[in-house]
């Protein structure tokens, strides 16, 4: 594990048991999450299957949250698929580590993640 990633999971580790809020910019697109952060794992070493989109390492973030609606008409906030959130580590990212946030850059997407004041999802 290089010492971006190191300070990263550290950091995460750390905000065990709070809310996280995840914004994800790619293109001209903009994904928020909330998540009660629960536990951080790497996954090393996938296949190379020559697809962009599958990276060989990925930071995962598991526990328990909401995907927040860009269309607040709806009302409607959906639960985070399987109780995780999945950042790709594609091409030559890079990542820093601020007191309350983490900046993730990808070739495919920038994440901030920031610590939550608050528990947002009780």
Known sequence: MNSELQ?????????KGQSLHIQKREANDLDE??????QVTVANDYPDRRDDYVSRH????????????????L????????????IPLLGNWRGQ???????LMTDRASYEITRQPFNQLE
Do not use: F, K
């Open 33 to 38: 999450t909330h998540i009660q952060l629960e």
């Open 58 to 73: 990925e930071l995962i973030l598991h526990g328990r949250g909401y995907i927040v609606n860009s269309n607040p008409a």
């Open 97 to 103: 580590v601020h007191n309350e946030m983490v900046q």
């Open 7 to 15: 300070q990263i999971t550290q950091w995460l580790n750390g905000c």
């Open 75 to 86: 009302n409607v906030s959906p639960p985070l698929p399987r109780d995780r959130y999945e």
